[in-house]
């Protein structure tokens, strides 16, 4: 299993960022697929969701509005837009994919934002 994000850089507060992530090695198009961060001393958060069926997906309240969570099933792919990117955005994003008991996780972007 791999599953390997990209697309991480630094921006500026105010600015946009998409990640993406390529999947291989399970059956993606059955997993929901998310994405969760981890900013400097803190604890791993999921930001945002998407089942196996695509759709609107699931967002924490702090990104809402301003990320969408996406994807390809046809690439076995799933992305992340970011808008409006925020100081407090900073962090490790990290692509993962869930099904069940089954959880995989990839290696982290990072992400950062100046103020």
């Known amino acids: 299993v791999q599953l390997q994000a990209c697309g991480g850089g630094l921006v500026q507060t105010g600015g946009s960022l998409r990640l993406s992530c390529a999947a291989s090695?399970?059956?993606?198009?059955?997993?929901?697929m998310s994405w969760f961060r981890q900013a400097p001393g803190k604890e791993r958060d999921i930001v945002a969701a998407?089942?196996?069926?695509?759709?609107?997906?699931t967002y924490a309240d702090s990104v809402k509005d301003r990320f969408t969570i996406s994807r390809d099933n046809g690439k076995n792919a799933v992305f992340l837009q970011m808008n409006s990117l925020k100081p407090e955005d900073t962090a490790v994003y990290y692509c993962v994919a869930s099904r069940g008991s089954s959880r995989y996780w990839g290696q982290g972007t990072l992400v950062t934002v100046s103020s």
């Open positions: 090695g399970f059956a993606f198009s059955l997993y929901t």
């Open positions: 998407i089942d196996w069926r695509g759709g609107s997906g």
